[in-house]
């Protein structure tokens, strides 16, 4: 790429790193890596278009850029005119026309300015085309698989004349195992040892699927590609894969060992539950006992108490009543003093209010003013001194004059004042406050005083027995009162002692209570243990068995993974015998290398879930090994799956397995493809994508390599020339009629192919069904109800367990105390044990059904006998195809069509024998004549082999000849002038490998040759053959070399071979009691070839009857 017109071809099958390798070298390079993107309506045009950007990139930009092109992009072979044009000349003929060509040369003037280069139109447009050549870099990626390459390359020279070719061998040994190393140096393995097998054990898988598609291909015709990326893809697949199997395991396994300790735990302490009712009855007794007693003591001395409490209460009573009235009494005396005090208040007041001048002003009158003389006279009268004025100055004189009216003793006033003051004075006019405050304030002063005791001492007259009286009640009171808390102590003690009784007895109680409860609670918890322990007793020592069975399993998983990966990435495209041939190397060499593996090995138990197993059965996956594998392929693969389906089985299948997720089925030829796709991928619904060919839609692209990007928080993914909403649910499924497609690796690197052509016994299980829904509708009813029921019973019980062990894990604390953990487990088991039950007894009924169904097993092994013979007639002529639906409708008819019988055998044996024609008969119609013998004998004979009649190594000698032959102990031929050398080698290798181990005989009422017969033990020989002498070419070639003289020579042999009907005709010595009917066309093959088709159709007219052989 650094090399001015640096262009490279890199010649590789897809995924061996072409592009990968191209993209690295342009980073490293710092040139822009840019590639067309196909989409639906891609064509010549947009072709053109692209390449008119990469131009001027590189012309006028000048900017070196990777162009990368791979042949999956040619949907015009123009392209690659177009780019041989590039490679050799730079450019295109009239890619621009006039307008953009001017643009051209304008953008160039600047260029070659500074290029040095005169400005001319011309030297710009040659400048242009030369920059184009320097830096646009072409890089072709193409496969050598076909003859595409090969006419390409004769067509366009320049494609290898212009470039550097890179050819992309496969990795060897060395790359597998650095790489495998690189990707596996942080996977959590048991020992390095361990690691470093694995490593080895990815190298020898990846070259073990390339010899074996080799042989594939040489012996079936059919292709299978294995490129790097697969190789990743299984290393990448094992390294997600281990983890999460083996989580799950772990996840199993804590589960049960938590649910066998809680069931230990429960065990243990039953024995103390019990211990502890036992220890606590006596106690609960004496408590009762006790309780008892102390309630009898409080209710006496309850009793005793309501009794003081009564006395006391009358008591209370009366003292209330007392008190009641001692408080009426001294109200009303506080309402008499309440008159006479704002009087009294009002005189202190005054007298307060009075100086020592007010006082002087009043003394120093000689002749006082007549109101002050009578007011000082009535204030001697009250302090009983004598009424003029010469005492009242005196009085006034005195220094405690003041305190001499304020202490006075206002309630012991002598009566004989009291009538002087209120005859001479009170109602005097000089004694009203209104008149002697116009005449001297002391003088109001001392009248308001001296109006004030008159009111008060009026007032105490009336108040004074009251105060006797209230006196005396009082003092009657506090003796009342005294005796009552006298009598209230003596009741607070008996209250108190009462209180005391009462204290602990409810202690008491309380304790038996607790006693109780806890008795109760243990009694509850022992119930609760028994019924746990009796409902998951089984349970616990089926979890204990599988919790060794589960830490054995998440060891074997590091080599029952590796092997599921490699199924998944490599083995769905090979048939049903090779993927057994291939696990089986897997396997031997995982013992080999020391790797931890199941001793028998199956996808189904490892990734399989059996009732999920049985709901695809039940939703028309076949019930045979390899079909059953194959939906595992389809559930696991990490790539999209694309079917081989000449017989429209998985089609079917997933219609019915994604009915209920509004399943979308279209076709590559479909106008709307596109739309519909979008739709699926919005909307996550799966698509089938049906009646595939070997080429898909460039647009898919994306789709097949999961380029989802994220956008924020959107999941997108480029769908044509827009991106699409992603959603995680979408599935993509595609099918192809096609019985032998050739996939180029381009596709095989993108897609998980699976091959899904109907087996022997997948289409020997269907037949059946269509002989006993014909025969036997009522069996076939039941046995279709009993799977729907048996696949939902077992579901239900691996969601039980499950549960079960959830709940158990779960539980924090005392588990016994968990009523309704206990209540929900023992619901669970019950209900576990009763779907149990039930399905045990669906087993024995599938038993049941399944045998009487195999009593018609004979008639559905012929049909599809017959089948694959004529599925194998396309190798004859491709005109020869028929459908599955086809024959299956044919084969219902001829059930339907043949002669009634009571007689089970007879009606089997009718429905054969007319299948069997009638077929053969439709089959016929669309056969060349040459063709219609070889037909009848392909059926004739794979029914014999299938009956056992025709063993291997007689068939293989028949088809193929002796193959290679040991010459060394071979007897000279003694007529090579009639006996040429290969007839001679069948012949030897006849007598030689053609032994086989036969049953013993069995005589007519010999019961001793019957006891031999029962007691033989030679059925499982791969050598054993019910029909066939032991020897029957014994002595062969010495017969020969003794009764044969050579042809016209009269001779037992030349007798034999000149026959018209060697079938019939005897042969010499013990040979014609050794050789059998199918071994003599063995010998006719040796010695008559010319007359082997004639004595064919005697043995197909013999076996199958006359008009198999017209």
Known sequence: LRQPRGNAMLIGVGGSGKQSLTKMASFVANMACLSIEINRGYGIAEFREDIKKFMIKTGVEGKDTVFLFTDSQIVDETMLEDLNNVLNTGEVSNLFPQDETDKIAGDMISVCKEAGIPETRDNCLAHFVSRVRDKLHIV?????????????????????????????????????????????????????????SVVRMCGFVHRNIEETAVRFYNELRRRIYTTPKSYLDLINLYISMLKGLQDIVEVKSERMKVGVKKLQETNSIVDALRGELVKLEPIL?????????????????????????????????????????????????QRDLDRALPALESAVKALNSLTKADITEVKSFTNPPNAVRVVMEAVCVLLGEKENWETAKKLLSRSDFMDLLQNYDKDNIAESRLKKLRKQYINAEEMQVEVIQKVSKAGSGLCLWARAMDVYADVAKEVGPKKLRLDEMKAQLAITTAELKEKQAQLKIVLDRVAGLQKTCDETLAEKNRLQAESDTTAKRLVRAEKLTNGLNSEGERWRSNITSLAAEKINLIGDCFLSCACISYYGGFTGVYRDQLIDTWLHQAGVLHIPASVKFSLTTTLGDPVQIREWQNQGLPTDPVSVNNGILVDKCRRWPLMIDPQMQANQWLRKKEENNSVMITTM??????????????????????????????????ILQKAVFKNGSRLLIRLGDSDVDYDNNFRLYMTTKMPNPHYLPEVCIKVTIINFTVTMLGLEAQLLGLVVKAERPDIEQKKVQLLLQMAEDKRQLQQLEAKILQMLSESEGNILDDEVLINTLSESKLTSIAIGERVAEAEITEQDINEARGRYLSAATRGSIIYFVIADLGGIDPMYQYSLGYYTSLFSRCIADSERSSDLTMRLSNIINYATLIIYQNICRGLFEKDKLLFAASICFQILRNAGEIHDTEWNLFIRGPGAVERQGMPPNPHPESISAPMWDILYTAEQRVRYVVPPKVLEDDADSAAVAEQFDGYEDPNFHRSSHEAPFEDLCDSLKRNYAGTGVPSDWDTWMGSSNLMTEPLPGVHNNTVNIFQRLILVKAL?????QQSIAAFVGKKLGPKFAE
């Open 1088 to 1092: 008559r070839e010319d007359k082997l």
């Open 140 to 196: 072709l990626c193409m496969s050598p698989v076909g003859d595409s390459l090969r006419i390409r390359c004769r067509q366009f020279p320049s494609l290898i004349n212009c470039t550097t070719i890179d050819w992309f061998h496969g990795w060897p040994e060395a790359a597998l195992v650095s790489v495998a190393e690189r990707f596996l140096e942080n996977l959590e393995l048991p020992s390095p040892e361990i690691r470093a």
């Open 285 to 333: 007794k004496a408590k009762a006992i006790e309780t008892e007693a102390l309630l009898i003591d409080v209710a006496k001395q309850s009793g005793e108490a309501n009794i003081v409490a009564q006395k006391v209460g009358q008591e209370e009573a009366i003292v209330g009543k007392q008190a009641a009235e001692t408080a009426a009494v001294a109200a009303d005396a």
């Open 669 to 702: 030829r479909d106008a709307n493809l596109l739309r519909t796709l979008e739709n699926c991928i919005r909307l996550g619904k799966p698509l089938i994508l049906e009646d595939l060919g070997e080429q898909l839609e460039p647009a898919l692209e994306p």
